[in-house]
């Protein structure tokens, strides 16, 4: 029976194939079009391709997905109740047991930017390479004396150093799960949040600093790996900014003695004369045979060319829409999607990722790459790069859907209470008393992609 049902509808499509495609054709472009999430479009593409062989099928359809697609769709939020629910995660099939205390102790408070007084300048998060001298040795101290005392806090405050790595931990490995969902995990990688959850986890990570350290003028600085052009001294100073190479692992991180080591790093880190390779493969990293010998065989005005011609792709040309450059849209109801290639925008896939593999042992994995503190002004490069970014061409915009600028999350502040915010909450620096030392972006933005590759 089935099969002569079967039979049927092939004779019948196959006598008006061109209506019959060009039904088809229509229903997926249309619904496709006017949705907006990933999954419905899927989704829609699918029914398209069953039902198109009747057109009151068809209409019928429409109808329906044009109802489908008007129900209000809403953004991921993080609640008392996704805490409670935490369990093992994973990431790449390497189980993470990381989930904070299941019960938030007292009150969860909705996160206010901090009381600016106008007639008092931004703090600055300066580019590390550009520090020197007496400025170099007191910020050195300072941080250290910050991860000495964070790292001495007992697990039990939510602000010690392990239960700030083992935030990051369960927003990065599927251990929260949507609420209401039993297999709805989260990530806030991978995606459009991506941008805005790290500008708070490092927002918060800097104010537990300067609560330890009693300096709410302490500011975290950035390594930027990006800028690979140094340029002439005199230069240098006109206007504040920083023009010096930023390629090279910053030596402050690297001090074995001190509380801002990680042991844990692939040797490349270690190498005070091995330039940051922004196009570094990270599938030739085995975690058993440790780092490849690759880029070994580049010479410095290879990788130089190499790094240029990654940030100008990804942020000028690849990167030139806010979905290919935000990452993918991530609402209540999506799964969460696995694996860079699935939806992460152009900056956390290439070089975001290219450089956890480059600095290697724990920075490799999401679920402990905080643990190596580089993590921190690693990721506020990150950040000051989503500003650049936005001033780089009139297409460059954030999102406007709700469902992004009212995604929540929940993090511990320097004061230990848990915060409530919002993407909104963190879109301008600014606004949440800081800025960024200027630095070279030209050798990449006006890079020419059809220069000739270095000899080596
Ligand atoms: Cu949450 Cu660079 O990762």
Redo the contacts with the bound molecule.
Sequence with gaps: MANKLGNQSNVKAQGNSTGYWARGITCTLWLTMSSESFGEQILYQQLCTMAFRSPMVLLGLFLLCRMLSNVQSAPIKITRETFRECRRGQWAGIPADCCPPKTIDGPIIDFSPPKLNPSKPLRVRKALQCLSGKELRTYTKKLQKGYRLMRALPDTDPRSYARQYGI?CAY?TGSFIQDGSNNLTID??VGWYFHPW?RA?VYFHEKILQKLLNDTEFSLHYWNYDNTNSLDKNEALHDGGCYKSGLYFPPMYNDPTKATFQWNRSERAFDPKRPADLAFDGTRYNISLGPPSFPDNLTLAQIIWRNNELMHRTFLTWGNSTIAFMGKEYREGDPQALGIANGAGMQEKYS?TSM?CYVGGKMFE?KS?PEDPV?FP??AN?ERLWDVWLSLGDDHRNPTSSDWLDGEFLLWDENAVMNRFRVRDFLSAEALGYTYQKANVDSWVNFDTSSPYPES
Aim: charged content about 0%.
């Design positions: 990051h990065a806030v990688h790290h986890y975001h956890h999401p790459a993590f690693f990721h990150l």
